[in-house]
Protein backbone atom coordinates (compact mmCIF):
# COMPACT_ATOMS: atom_id res chain seq x y z
CA UNK A 1 0.00 0.00 0.00
CA UNK A 2 0.94 3.73 -0.60
CA UNK A 3 0.33 6.60 1.41
CA UNK A 4 -0.65 9.40 -0.27
CA UNK A 5 -1.26 13.41 0.62
CA UNK A 6 -1.22 14.77 4.25
CA UNK A 7 0.99 13.34 5.89
CA UNK A 8 0.93 14.59 9.58
CA UNK A 9 4.02 14.31 11.82
CA UNK A 10 4.29 15.61 14.90
CA UNK A 11 7.95 16.81 16.47
CA UNK A 12 9.86 13.48 18.23
CA UNK A 13 8.53 11.22 15.44
CA UNK A 14 11.66 8.70 14.60
CA UNK A 15 11.90 8.24 10.34
CA UNK A 16 13.76 5.31 10.01
CA UNK A 17 14.40 4.41 6.53
CA UNK A 18 13.69 0.67 4.81
CA UNK A 19 16.53 0.30 2.91
CA UNK A 20 19.67 2.67 4.45
CA UNK A 21 18.47 2.35 8.20
CA UNK A 22 19.23 6.11 8.59
CA UNK A 23 17.12 7.39 11.07
CA UNK A 24 15.95 11.01 12.20
CA UNK A 25 13.94 13.04 14.35
CA UNK A 26 11.29 15.12 13.13
CA UNK A 27 11.33 18.30 14.68
CA UNK A 28 8.82 20.63 12.92
CA UNK A 29 7.02 21.13 9.47
CA UNK A 30 8.83 23.88 7.36
CA UNK A 31 6.20 23.36 4.33
CA UNK A 32 3.99 22.15 1.96
CA UNK A 33 3.23 22.06 -1.68
CA UNK A 34 1.48 20.19 -4.45
CA UNK A 35 4.08 17.22 -4.36
CA UNK A 36 5.11 17.18 -0.98
CA UNK A 37 5.49 17.91 2.57
CA UNK A 38 8.98 19.17 4.21
CA UNK A 39 10.05 18.55 7.72
CA UNK A 40 12.93 20.17 9.23
CA UNK A 41 14.79 17.02 11.59
CA UNK A 42 18.06 16.18 12.67
CA UNK A 43 20.42 13.43 12.00
CA UNK A 44 23.02 12.67 14.62
CA UNK A 45 22.25 16.31 15.87
CA UNK A 46 22.53 17.62 12.80
CA UNK A 47 19.88 19.32 10.88
CA UNK A 48 17.93 18.38 7.51
CA UNK A 49 15.91 19.09 5.27
CA UNK A 50 13.27 15.78 4.86
CA UNK A 51 10.57 15.67 1.74
CA UNK A 52 7.90 13.54 1.70
CA UNK A 53 6.34 13.03 -1.72
CA UNK A 54 2.45 12.33 -2.46
CA UNK A 55 3.68 9.68 -4.41
CA UNK A 56 6.89 7.91 -4.93
CA UNK A 57 7.53 8.82 -8.61
CA UNK A 58 7.76 12.53 -8.09
CA UNK A 59 10.05 12.16 -5.40
CA UNK A 60 12.43 9.85 -7.71
CA UNK A 61 12.39 12.19 -10.20
CA UNK A 62 13.54 14.96 -8.09
CA UNK A 63 16.16 13.17 -6.78
CA UNK A 64 16.94 12.18 -10.04
CA UNK A 65 17.80 15.85 -10.72
CA UNK A 66 19.20 16.65 -7.65
CA UNK A 67 21.80 14.02 -8.37
CA UNK A 68 22.21 15.35 -11.73
CA UNK A 69 22.82 18.84 -10.40
CA UNK A 70 25.18 17.55 -8.25
CA UNK A 71 27.80 16.71 -11.06
CA UNK A 72 27.81 20.66 -11.37
CA UNK A 73 30.84 20.31 -9.13
CA UNK A 74 32.73 24.04 -9.29
CA UNK A 75 29.29 25.90 -8.78
CA UNK A 76 26.40 24.26 -6.04
CA UNK A 77 23.05 24.36 -7.55
CA UNK A 78 20.10 23.91 -5.12
CA UNK A 79 19.81 22.05 -1.82
CA UNK A 80 22.60 19.10 -1.76
CA UNK A 81 20.79 15.47 -1.61
CA UNK A 82 21.71 13.67 1.87
CA UNK A 83 19.70 10.60 1.35
CA UNK A 84 16.70 8.30 -0.69
CA UNK A 85 14.86 6.20 1.48
CA UNK A 86 10.98 4.72 1.94
CA UNK A 87 9.42 5.22 5.38
CA UNK A 88 7.50 2.37 6.35
CA UNK A 89 4.42 3.17 8.70
CA UNK A 90 2.80 0.89 10.81
CA UNK A 91 -0.02 -0.30 8.91
CA UNK A 92 2.56 -0.96 7.06
CA UNK A 93 1.38 1.62 4.34
CA UNK A 94 5.13 3.17 3.32
CA UNK A 95 5.87 7.01 1.70
CA UNK A 96 9.04 7.98 -0.19
CA UNK A 97 11.33 10.71 0.90
CA UNK A 98 14.89 11.98 0.43
CA UNK A 99 17.11 14.02 3.18
CA UNK A 100 18.50 17.48 1.57
CA UNK A 101 20.54 19.61 3.26
CA UNK A 102 18.46 22.15 5.64
CA UNK A 103 18.10 26.24 4.22
CA UNK A 104 17.79 28.26 6.74
CA UNK A 105 16.40 31.54 5.74
CA UNK A 106 13.46 34.19 5.05
CA UNK A 107 10.86 34.10 2.55
CA UNK A 108 12.01 36.67 -0.32
CA UNK A 109 9.01 39.11 0.23
CA UNK A 110 9.10 38.96 4.20
CA UNK A 111 13.20 39.77 3.18
CA UNK A 112 12.56 42.72 1.27
CA UNK A 113 10.52 43.67 3.46
CA UNK A 114 12.16 43.62 6.60
CA UNK A 115 15.94 45.08 4.69
CA UNK A 116 14.78 47.26 1.98
CA UNK A 117 14.04 47.38 -1.29
CA UNK A 118 17.33 47.57 -2.61
CA UNK A 119 17.89 44.44 -1.59
CA UNK A 120 15.85 43.28 -4.88
CA UNK A 121 18.13 44.02 -7.78
CA UNK A 122 21.32 42.42 -5.89
CA UNK A 123 19.21 39.03 -5.14
CA UNK A 124 18.26 38.86 -8.13
CA UNK A 125 21.67 38.96 -9.54
CA UNK A 126 22.89 36.16 -7.41
CA UNK A 127 19.97 33.89 -8.70
CA UNK A 128 20.87 34.67 -12.49
CA UNK A 129 24.03 33.51 -11.84
CA UNK A 130 22.73 30.18 -10.71
CA UNK A 131 20.10 29.95 -13.69
CA UNK A 132 23.22 30.75 -15.93
CA UNK A 133 25.27 28.03 -15.03
CA UNK A 134 21.61 25.88 -14.84
CA UNK A 135 20.93 27.44 -18.35
CA UNK A 136 24.75 26.41 -19.56
CA UNK A 137 24.47 22.17 -18.02
CA UNK A 138 21.38 22.20 -20.29
CA UNK A 139 18.94 22.25 -17.44
CA UNK A 140 15.66 24.55 -16.96
CA UNK A 141 14.24 25.39 -13.52
CA UNK A 142 10.70 25.27 -14.69
CA UNK A 143 8.33 26.05 -11.36
CA UNK A 144 10.64 29.35 -10.65
CA UNK A 145 8.63 31.63 -7.66
CA UNK A 146 8.60 33.05 -3.97
CA UNK A 147 7.33 29.36 -2.51
CA UNK A 148 10.61 27.82 -3.86
CA UNK A 149 13.34 30.44 -3.17
CA UNK A 150 14.64 31.42 -0.06
CA UNK A 151 16.99 34.22 1.34
CA UNK A 152 19.70 32.90 3.99
CA UNK A 153 20.63 35.31 5.64
CA UNK A 154 23.62 36.66 6.41
CA UNK A 155 25.09 36.89 4.17
CA UNK A 156 22.32 37.38 2.18
CA UNK A 157 22.46 34.57 -0.70
CA UNK A 158 18.89 34.17 -3.11
CA UNK A 159 19.22 30.07 -3.08
CA UNK A 160 16.08 27.70 -5.04
CA UNK A 161 14.77 24.85 -3.14
CA UNK A 162 12.25 21.97 -5.01
CA UNK A 163 13.87 21.50 -8.09
CA UNK A 164 10.37 19.49 -9.25
CA UNK A 165 9.66 21.37 -12.26
CA UNK A 166 13.48 21.35 -13.31
CA UNK A 167 13.59 20.03 -16.65
CA UNK A 168 15.74 19.21 -19.78
CA UNK A 169 16.14 22.01 -22.17
CA UNK A 170 13.99 21.35 -25.55
CA UNK A 171 11.22 19.47 -23.12
CA UNK A 172 8.05 20.23 -21.92
CA UNK A 173 8.10 22.09 -18.54
CA UNK A 174 7.26 19.16 -15.82
CA UNK A 175 5.69 21.47 -13.34
CA UNK A 176 4.60 24.90 -13.18
CA UNK A 177 2.56 27.50 -11.45
CA UNK A 178 -0.08 29.45 -13.76
CA UNK A 179 0.78 32.93 -12.35
CA UNK A 180 4.45 32.81 -13.42
CA UNK A 181 4.22 30.62 -16.19
CA UNK A 182 4.41 32.11 -20.01
CA UNK A 183 1.73 29.98 -21.67
CA UNK A 184 -0.50 31.41 -18.82
CA UNK A 185 0.05 35.15 -19.94
CA UNK A 186 -0.25 33.77 -23.62
CA UNK A 187 3.71 34.80 -23.89
CA UNK A 188 5.03 31.84 -25.47
CA UNK A 189 5.10 28.47 -24.87
CA UNK A 190 5.75 25.79 -21.88
CA UNK A 191 9.14 24.65 -24.22
CA UNK A 192 11.78 24.40 -21.67
CA UNK A 193 14.30 27.24 -22.84
CA UNK A 194 16.36 29.92 -21.05
CA UNK A 195 13.51 32.52 -21.17
CA UNK A 196 11.36 30.25 -19.77
CA UNK A 197 12.90 30.74 -16.29
CA UNK A 198 13.45 34.61 -17.31
CA UNK A 199 10.12 35.59 -18.03
CA UNK A 200 9.30 33.22 -14.53
CA UNK A 201 11.95 35.03 -12.54
CA UNK A 202 10.71 38.50 -13.57
CA UNK A 203 7.07 37.20 -11.99
CA UNK A 204 9.15 36.77 -8.86
CA UNK A 205 10.17 39.89 -8.88
CA UNK A 206 6.86 41.74 -10.22
CA UNK A 207 4.81 39.65 -7.61
CA UNK A 208 7.31 41.54 -4.66
CA UNK A 209 4.95 44.60 -5.63
CA UNK A 210 1.80 43.28 -5.76
CA UNK A 211 2.09 40.13 -2.91
CA UNK A 212 -1.23 38.74 -3.52
CA UNK A 213 -1.04 38.55 -7.06
CA UNK A 214 -3.01 39.55 -10.25
CA UNK A 215 -5.49 38.59 -12.99
CA UNK A 216 -5.04 38.26 -16.04
CA UNK A 217 -8.67 39.15 -17.28
CA UNK A 218 -9.48 39.07 -21.14
CA UNK A 219 -6.04 40.39 -22.30
CA UNK A 220 -3.26 39.28 -20.53
CA UNK A 221 -0.18 40.43 -21.77
CA UNK A 222 -2.24 44.20 -21.63
CA UNK A 223 -2.70 43.14 -17.82
CA UNK A 224 0.57 42.24 -17.47
CA UNK A 225 2.40 45.13 -18.88
CA UNK A 226 -0.27 47.37 -17.03
CA UNK A 227 1.10 45.87 -13.55
CA UNK A 228 4.84 46.32 -14.97
CA UNK A 229 4.24 50.26 -15.54
CA UNK A 230 2.71 51.07 -12.02
CA UNK A 231 5.15 48.65 -10.14
CA UNK A 232 6.65 52.16 -8.24
CA UNK A 233 8.83 49.92 -5.33
CA UNK A 234 10.22 48.18 -8.39
CA UNK A 235 10.47 50.93 -10.87
CA UNK A 236 14.05 51.12 -11.64
CA UNK A 237 13.59 47.24 -13.26
CA UNK A 238 11.13 47.72 -15.25
CA UNK A 239 12.72 47.78 -18.58
CA UNK A 240 15.04 44.75 -17.93
CA UNK A 241 11.53 43.09 -16.48
CA UNK A 242 9.74 43.87 -19.48
CA UNK A 243 12.65 42.78 -21.83
CA UNK A 244 12.57 39.23 -19.69
CA UNK A 245 8.54 39.15 -20.42
CA UNK A 246 9.32 39.27 -23.96
CA UNK A 247 11.67 36.49 -23.72
CA UNK A 248 13.74 39.34 -25.35
CA UNK A 249 17.58 38.13 -23.31
CA UNK A 250 19.23 35.18 -25.08
CA UNK A 251 20.34 33.97 -21.89
CA UNK A 252 20.47 34.71 -17.86
CA UNK A 253 23.95 35.75 -18.61
CA UNK A 254 22.49 38.80 -20.84
CA UNK A 255 20.04 40.02 -17.84
CA UNK A 256 22.38 39.91 -15.29
CA UNK A 257 24.94 41.85 -17.21
CA UNK A 258 21.98 44.25 -17.84
CA UNK A 259 20.69 44.41 -13.98
CA UNK A 260 24.82 44.76 -13.05
CA UNK A 261 25.46 47.72 -15.23
CA UNK A 262 22.25 49.54 -13.93
CA UNK A 263 23.02 48.56 -10.59
CA UNK A 264 26.48 50.18 -10.86
CA UNK A 265 25.14 52.92 -13.03
CA UNK A 266 23.18 54.61 -10.12
CA UNK A 267 22.65 54.21 -6.01
CA UNK A 268 20.32 51.35 -5.09
CA UNK A 269 16.65 52.69 -3.97
CA UNK A 270 15.23 51.98 -1.56
CA UNK A 271 11.62 53.05 -0.77
CA UNK A 272 12.92 54.84 2.07
CA UNK A 273 15.45 57.31 0.72
CA UNK A 274 13.62 57.45 -2.91
CA UNK A 275 13.84 61.53 -3.21
CA UNK A 276 16.86 61.44 -1.96
CA UNK A 277 17.99 58.76 -3.97
CA UNK A 278 16.88 59.82 -7.23
CA UNK A 279 18.59 63.31 -6.62
CA UNK A 280 21.57 61.99 -5.91
CA UNK A 281 21.75 59.87 -9.10
CA UNK A 282 21.20 62.85 -11.22
CA UNK A 283 24.51 64.94 -9.63
CA UNK A 284 26.36 61.75 -10.08
CA UNK A 285 25.93 60.72 -13.44
CA UNK A 286 27.29 63.88 -15.44
CA UNK A 287 30.52 63.64 -13.51
CA UNK A 288 32.47 61.12 -15.02
CA UNK A 289 33.64 58.69 -13.10
CA UNK A 290 36.76 56.52 -13.36
CA UNK A 291 36.77 55.34 -17.35
CA UNK A 292 37.51 51.93 -15.91
CA UNK A 293 33.94 51.55 -14.06
CA UNK A 294 31.96 51.70 -17.35
CA UNK A 295 30.61 48.91 -18.36
CA UNK A 296 29.97 48.33 -22.14
CA UNK A 297 26.71 46.68 -21.98
CA UNK A 298 23.18 48.97 -23.65
CA UNK A 299 21.42 48.30 -21.24
CA UNK A 300 21.34 51.67 -19.37
CA UNK A 301 21.66 53.73 -22.66
CA UNK A 302 21.76 56.72 -20.99
CA UNK A 303 22.74 60.00 -22.36
CA UNK A 304 25.53 59.86 -19.36
CA UNK A 305 27.07 56.76 -21.30
CA UNK A 306 27.67 58.43 -24.12
CA UNK A 307 29.47 61.58 -22.19
CA UNK A 308 31.95 58.93 -20.45
CA UNK A 309 32.87 57.49 -24.09
CA UNK A 310 33.14 61.26 -25.46
CA UNK A 311 35.23 62.08 -22.31
CA UNK A 312 37.78 59.07 -22.91
CA UNK A 313 37.93 59.91 -26.72
CA UNK A 314 38.90 63.28 -25.83
CA UNK A 315 41.64 62.28 -23.22
CA UNK A 316 43.54 59.81 -25.22
CA UNK A 317 43.50 62.17 -27.94
CA UNK A 318 44.93 65.18 -25.67
CA UNK A 319 47.85 62.34 -24.43
CA UNK A 320 48.80 61.41 -28.20
CA UNK A 321 48.82 65.10 -29.25
CA UNK A 322 50.82 65.99 -26.23
CA UNK A 323 53.19 63.15 -27.07
CA UNK A 324 53.43 64.47 -30.98
CA UNK A 325 54.03 67.33 -29.44
CA UNK A 326 57.02 66.37 -27.12
CA UNK A 327 58.22 64.36 -29.88
CA UNK A 328 58.29 67.83 -32.21
CA UNK A 329 60.28 69.50 -29.41
CA UNK B 1 10.51 -0.97 -26.60
CA UNK B 2 8.71 0.01 -29.40
CA UNK B 3 7.65 3.93 -29.32
CA UNK B 4 3.50 3.60 -28.97
CA UNK B 5 0.45 5.72 -28.71
CA UNK B 6 -1.28 6.50 -25.79
CA UNK B 7 -4.87 6.58 -25.44
CA UNK B 8 -7.49 8.78 -23.50
CA UNK B 9 -10.19 10.07 -22.99
CA UNK B 10 -10.74 13.20 -20.67
CA UNK B 11 -13.98 13.31 -19.57
CA UNK B 12 -15.39 16.62 -18.53
CA UNK B 13 -18.41 16.69 -15.88
CA UNK B 14 -20.46 18.02 -13.23
CA UNK B 15 -22.50 15.38 -11.80
CA UNK B 16 -24.08 11.93 -12.18
CA UNK B 17 -25.22 9.86 -15.09
CA UNK B 18 -28.76 9.45 -15.22
CA UNK B 19 -29.46 7.32 -18.31
CA UNK B 20 -28.30 4.33 -19.94
CA UNK B 21 -25.52 2.20 -18.98
CA UNK B 22 -23.48 2.10 -16.38
CA UNK B 23 -19.99 4.41 -17.03
CA UNK B 24 -17.84 2.29 -15.09
CA UNK B 25 -18.49 -0.50 -16.88
CA UNK B 26 -17.69 1.35 -20.22
CA UNK B 27 -14.93 2.44 -18.42
CA UNK B 28 -13.75 -0.93 -17.84
CA UNK B 29 -14.03 -2.42 -21.01
CA UNK B 30 -12.55 0.68 -22.63
CA UNK B 31 -9.26 0.03 -20.61
CA UNK B 32 -9.36 -3.14 -21.55
CA UNK B 33 -9.34 -2.22 -25.17
CA UNK B 34 -6.31 0.13 -24.53
CA UNK B 35 -7.97 3.40 -23.93
CA UNK B 36 -7.59 5.08 -20.64
CA UNK B 37 -10.13 6.94 -19.16
CA UNK B 38 -9.69 10.30 -16.70
CA UNK B 39 -12.22 12.25 -15.06
CA UNK B 40 -12.45 15.44 -13.60
CA UNK B 41 -15.68 16.67 -11.81
CA UNK B 42 -16.44 19.96 -11.60
CA UNK B 43 -17.13 22.08 -8.81
CA UNK B 44 -19.10 25.49 -8.26
CA UNK B 45 -17.51 28.01 -6.41
CA UNK B 46 -19.28 28.10 -4.12
CA UNK B 47 -19.86 24.33 -3.37
CA UNK B 48 -17.88 23.69 0.27
CA UNK B 49 -18.21 20.07 0.41
CA UNK B 50 -18.54 17.48 -2.39
CA UNK B 51 -22.06 16.47 -3.79
CA UNK B 52 -23.59 13.11 -4.31
CA UNK B 53 -22.94 12.85 -7.87
CA UNK B 54 -19.64 13.13 -7.90
CA UNK B 55 -18.60 10.10 -6.21
CA UNK B 56 -19.26 8.12 -9.64
CA UNK B 57 -16.28 10.45 -10.62
CA UNK B 58 -13.85 8.35 -9.32
CA UNK B 59 -15.46 5.33 -9.72
CA UNK B 60 -15.09 5.61 -13.34
CA UNK B 61 -11.58 6.81 -13.73
CA UNK B 62 -10.49 3.91 -11.14
CA UNK B 63 -12.45 1.19 -14.29
CA UNK B 64 -11.19 2.88 -16.89
CA UNK B 65 -7.35 2.72 -15.58
CA UNK B 66 -7.14 6.27 -15.23
CA UNK B 67 -6.87 9.46 -13.34
CA UNK B 68 -9.44 11.46 -11.61
CA UNK B 69 -9.76 14.75 -9.68
CA UNK B 70 -12.71 16.56 -8.38
CA UNK B 71 -11.93 20.90 -8.49
CA UNK B 72 -13.22 24.15 -8.12
CA UNK B 73 -13.67 25.70 -11.80
CA UNK B 74 -10.90 28.43 -11.35
CA UNK B 75 -7.96 25.87 -10.64
CA UNK B 76 -9.27 23.67 -13.79
CA UNK B 77 -6.89 24.73 -16.49
CA UNK B 78 -3.69 23.36 -14.43
CA UNK B 79 -5.65 19.95 -13.23
CA UNK B 80 -6.77 19.18 -16.89
CA UNK B 81 -3.00 19.07 -17.71
CA UNK B 82 -2.04 17.62 -14.62
CA UNK B 83 -4.59 14.73 -15.19
CA UNK B 84 -3.20 13.86 -18.25
CA UNK B 85 0.09 14.19 -17.78
CA UNK B 86 -0.13 11.82 -14.55
CA UNK B 87 -2.61 9.15 -15.91
CA UNK B 88 0.40 9.25 -19.27
CA UNK B 89 2.79 8.37 -16.74
CA UNK B 90 0.76 5.75 -14.65
CA UNK B 91 0.06 4.10 -17.82
CA UNK B 92 3.44 4.12 -18.74
CA UNK B 93 4.70 3.10 -15.52
CA UNK B 94 2.08 0.23 -16.37
CA UNK B 95 4.31 -0.38 -19.20
CA UNK B 96 7.18 -1.09 -17.21
CA UNK B 97 5.87 -3.12 -14.70
CA UNK B 98 4.96 -5.49 -16.49
CA UNK B 99 8.42 -5.70 -18.13
CA UNK B 100 10.09 -5.81 -15.24
CA UNK B 101 7.24 -9.11 -14.15
CA UNK B 102 8.62 -10.29 -17.19
CA UNK B 103 12.38 -9.62 -16.86
CA UNK B 104 12.31 -10.61 -13.06
CA UNK B 105 9.71 -13.10 -12.57
CA UNK B 106 8.24 -12.36 -9.45
CA UNK B 107 5.80 -9.71 -8.80
CA UNK B 108 7.73 -6.69 -8.71
CA UNK B 109 6.55 -2.98 -9.12
CA UNK B 110 8.52 -0.10 -8.97
CA UNK B 111 7.92 0.70 -5.55
CA UNK B 112 9.50 -3.01 -4.56
CA UNK B 113 12.93 -1.79 -6.23
CA UNK B 114 15.26 0.01 -3.86
CA UNK B 115 15.24 3.55 -4.47
CA UNK B 116 18.74 3.68 -6.81
CA UNK B 117 17.43 1.27 -9.28
CA UNK B 118 13.87 3.14 -8.97
CA UNK B 119 15.64 6.64 -10.49
CA UNK B 120 17.11 4.95 -14.01
CA UNK B 121 13.14 3.11 -14.09
CA UNK B 122 11.56 6.83 -13.93
CA UNK B 123 14.34 8.21 -16.24
CA UNK B 124 12.68 5.51 -18.55
CA UNK B 125 9.17 6.54 -18.30
CA UNK B 126 9.93 10.29 -18.52
CA UNK B 127 11.63 9.79 -21.77
CA UNK B 128 8.77 7.97 -23.05
CA UNK B 129 6.51 10.85 -21.61
CA UNK B 130 8.38 12.93 -23.74
CA UNK B 131 8.39 11.03 -26.82
CA UNK B 132 5.54 9.14 -27.26
CA UNK B 133 2.82 10.11 -29.30
CA UNK B 134 -0.91 11.01 -27.56
CA UNK B 135 -4.15 11.25 -28.31
CA UNK B 136 -6.71 12.33 -25.96
CA UNK B 137 -10.56 12.68 -26.87
CA UNK B 138 -12.26 14.94 -24.64
CA UNK B 139 -15.52 14.37 -23.51
CA UNK B 140 -17.48 17.67 -22.19
CA UNK B 141 -20.80 17.20 -20.17
CA UNK B 142 -23.13 19.68 -21.68
CA UNK B 143 -26.23 19.52 -19.43
CA UNK B 144 -27.75 22.17 -18.28
CA UNK B 145 -26.15 22.62 -15.01
CA UNK B 146 -22.85 23.08 -16.90
CA UNK B 147 -24.04 26.49 -18.59
CA UNK B 148 -21.57 28.45 -16.82
CA UNK B 149 -18.65 26.39 -16.85
CA UNK B 150 -17.90 26.07 -20.35
CA UNK B 151 -16.44 28.92 -20.85
CA UNK B 152 -13.55 27.98 -18.50
CA UNK B 153 -13.92 24.44 -20.04
CA UNK B 154 -12.76 25.92 -23.24
CA UNK B 155 -9.90 27.94 -21.50
CA UNK B 156 -8.82 24.68 -19.99
CA UNK B 157 -8.68 22.74 -23.29
CA UNK B 158 -6.43 25.34 -25.00
CA UNK B 159 -4.69 25.65 -22.05
CA UNK B 160 -4.21 21.86 -22.23
CA UNK B 161 -2.89 21.49 -26.13
CA UNK B 162 -0.25 24.10 -24.64
CA UNK B 163 1.07 22.19 -21.84
CA UNK B 164 1.41 19.04 -24.30
CA UNK B 165 2.19 20.70 -27.24
CA UNK B 166 5.54 21.38 -25.82
CA UNK B 167 6.55 17.66 -25.89
CA UNK B 168 8.56 16.30 -27.94
CA UNK B 169 5.87 13.33 -29.37
CA UNK B 170 3.01 14.13 -31.51
CA UNK B 171 -0.43 14.69 -30.27
CA UNK B 172 -4.08 14.59 -31.32
CA UNK B 173 -6.71 16.00 -29.86
CA UNK B 174 -10.51 15.68 -30.39
CA UNK B 175 -13.63 17.30 -28.54
CA UNK B 176 -17.02 15.80 -28.29
CA UNK B 177 -20.04 16.93 -26.11
CA UNK B 178 -22.83 15.01 -24.22
CA UNK B 179 -25.87 14.67 -24.56
CA UNK B 180 -25.99 15.35 -28.21
CA UNK B 181 -28.97 16.75 -29.89
CA UNK B 182 -29.44 13.47 -31.90
CA UNK B 183 -27.55 11.01 -31.10
CA UNK B 184 -25.39 10.21 -27.88
CA UNK B 185 -22.85 12.36 -28.27
CA UNK B 186 -22.18 15.67 -30.84
CA UNK B 187 -18.77 15.90 -32.38
CA UNK B 188 -17.06 19.31 -32.22
CA UNK B 189 -13.60 19.06 -33.43
CA UNK B 190 -12.32 15.89 -35.05
CA UNK B 191 -8.87 14.94 -34.99
CA UNK B 192 -6.16 17.82 -34.72
CA UNK B 193 -2.95 18.43 -33.33
CA UNK B 194 -3.39 21.67 -32.13
CA UNK B 195 -6.57 23.22 -30.34
CA UNK B 196 -5.93 26.76 -31.60
CA UNK B 197 -9.06 27.21 -33.60
CA UNK B 198 -11.48 26.08 -30.15
CA UNK B 199 -13.19 29.28 -29.13
CA UNK B 200 -14.75 29.55 -32.86
CA UNK B 201 -16.28 26.25 -32.54
CA UNK B 202 -16.79 25.56 -28.87
CA UNK B 203 -20.23 25.63 -27.81
CA UNK B 204 -22.15 28.40 -25.79
CA UNK B 205 -24.88 27.15 -24.48
CA UNK B 206 -25.71 23.72 -22.74
CA UNK B 207 -27.58 21.25 -24.39
CA UNK B 208 -30.36 19.64 -21.91
CA UNK B 209 -30.97 17.97 -19.05
CA UNK B 210 -30.02 14.43 -19.03
CA UNK B 211 -26.63 13.27 -18.79
CA UNK B 212 -26.00 9.81 -20.77
CA UNK B 213 -22.75 9.17 -19.45
CA UNK B 214 -22.20 5.74 -19.93
CA UNK B 215 -23.86 5.46 -23.50
CA UNK B 216 -21.70 8.72 -24.58
CA UNK B 217 -18.51 6.97 -23.25
CA UNK B 218 -19.27 4.25 -25.23
CA UNK B 219 -19.20 6.17 -28.15
CA UNK B 220 -16.00 8.14 -27.74
CA UNK B 221 -14.60 4.80 -27.01
CA UNK B 222 -15.50 3.73 -30.59
CA UNK B 223 -13.60 6.65 -32.27
CA UNK B 224 -10.62 5.32 -31.37
CA UNK B 225 -11.25 1.41 -32.42
CA UNK B 226 -13.03 2.35 -35.60
CA UNK B 227 -9.21 4.48 -36.35
CA UNK B 228 -7.51 1.52 -35.75
CA UNK B 229 -9.88 -1.06 -37.79
CA UNK B 230 -9.70 1.73 -40.62
CA UNK B 231 -5.80 1.87 -40.26
CA UNK B 232 -5.82 -2.04 -40.24
CA UNK B 233 -8.03 -2.11 -43.48
CA UNK B 234 -5.36 0.04 -45.25
CA UNK B 235 -2.63 -1.85 -44.25
CA UNK B 236 1.27 -1.67 -42.68
CA UNK B 237 2.07 1.95 -43.70
CA UNK B 238 0.23 2.64 -40.31
CA UNK B 239 1.84 6.19 -39.52
CA UNK B 240 1.98 7.23 -42.40
CA UNK B 241 -1.99 6.93 -42.56
CA UNK B 242 -2.00 8.44 -39.19
CA UNK B 243 0.18 11.84 -40.68
CA UNK B 244 -2.25 12.19 -43.70
CA UNK B 245 -4.90 12.70 -41.03
CA UNK B 246 -3.70 16.17 -40.05
N1 LIG C 1 15.88 22.33 1.98
C1 LIG C 1 14.93 23.08 2.56
N2 LIG C 1 15.26 23.90 3.58
C2 LIG C 1 14.31 24.68 4.16
N3 LIG C 1 13.02 24.73 3.80
C3 LIG C 1 12.61 23.93 2.78
C4 LIG C 1 13.55 23.07 2.12
N4 LIG C 1 12.88 22.41 1.15
C5 LIG C 1 11.61 22.83 1.21
N5 LIG C 1 11.42 23.74 2.19
C6 LIG C 1 10.12 24.41 2.53
O1 LIG C 1 9.05 23.51 2.27
C7 LIG C 1 8.15 24.03 1.30
C8 LIG C 1 7.62 22.93 0.41
O2 LIG C 1 8.67 22.24 -0.23
P1 LIG C 1 8.69 22.00 -1.80
O3 LIG C 1 9.88 21.18 -2.11
O4 LIG C 1 8.57 23.31 -2.51
O5 LIG C 1 7.35 21.14 -2.01
P2 LIG C 1 6.42 21.04 -3.31
O6 LIG C 1 7.19 20.30 -4.36
O7 LIG C 1 5.24 20.25 -2.85
O8 LIG C 1 6.09 22.43 -3.73
C9 LIG C 1 8.96 25.09 0.56
O9 LIG C 1 8.13 26.08 0.04
C10 LIG C 1 9.88 25.61 1.65
O10 LIG C 1 9.23 26.58 2.43
MG1 LIG D 1 7.26 24.05 -3.99
Redesign the pocket.
Same mark, same amino acid.
Given at each position: MWKSQGINLSPGTVIKGKWHYRSYTIVKK?????? !?T?YLATENGQSV?I?FGHNSSSITTEVNVLRTLQKVQDHKLG?SLLDVDDWVLKDGSQVSFYA????KGKELNRFVQEHGFEWVGILAVQLLEDLEHLHQFGWVFGDLKT??L?VTFPPARMRW??V !?GTTQVGRAIKEYTEFYDRGYWGMGSRKADPQYDLFAFAMVILQIEYPGRFERGTHPERALFMKLKQANNIAPYQEILGKALRSEYNSAAEMKDALTSLLLASPTQSKRNTRAGRKQSHSVQPSRKKPTATVPYSGASTSAHKWEIVGIVMTVCLFYMMYVVMQWI | MNKGTLKQILLITDGCSNQGEDPAAVATLAYQQGVTVNVIGILEDQQSEQPEGLEEVEEIAMSGGGVSQIVYAKSLSQTVQMVTKQAMTQTLQGVVNQELQQILGAKQEIEDLPPEKRGEIMEVVEDLGETCDLEVLVLVDTSASMHNKLPTVRDSLFDLSLSLNARMGKNRFSIYTFPGKRKEMDKIMDWTPKLDSISSVFPKLTSGGITPTGPALREAMQQFTKKRSLRNLIGREDTDVEESGY
Open positions: LGSGAM !GVAKPMEYLDNLLD !G | -
